[in-house]
């Protein structure tokens, strides 16, 4: 397998950026190797803290797990960077079986409408 075929397999840039061989390319949404021609993306992501830092700023379990590459934390009540297969990638570490990035597994604030109709 050639390390773009490697890289191509993840689908998020929190997978992508969790990866030291690949750099996410926000403009085409995809996750390249490193060893791709600088002109194949302007502006490479690499680290997961740069595509993570949307999870950040959301403020409920509906809103975060909408986010690619996020992930709720219902001990903390944060919204935390995750891997493709749900694994927490940053901030304080959650209790097992307490993170979460399906929106179905949310709870009752997964149906609530927040302001001009969206969700959380």
Do not use: M, Y
Not at 41 to 67: F, H, M, P, S, Y
């Amino acid at each position: 397998r050639s390390c773009a075929d490697h890289c191509t397999r993840h689908a998020s840039c929190g997978a992508c950026g969790g990866d030291r061989q690949c750099g996410w390319c926000p403009s085409s949404n995809t996750c390249l190797s490193h060893a791709a021609p600088a002109s194949t993306c302007a502006g490479t992501v690499d680290k997961i803290g740069e595509c993570l830092g949307t999870c950040a700023t959301a403020n409920t379990c509906a809103t975060c797990a909408q986010r690619a590459a996020c992930g709720w934390c219902h001990t903390t009540n944060a919204c935390h960077g995750a891997s493709g297969v749900g694994a927490q990638l940053t901030g304080d570490q959650c209790p097992p079986g307490n993170f979460v990035i399906d929106h179905s597994a949310c709870g009752a604030d997964a149906t609530c409408p927040g302001p001009r109709g969206t969700l959380g």
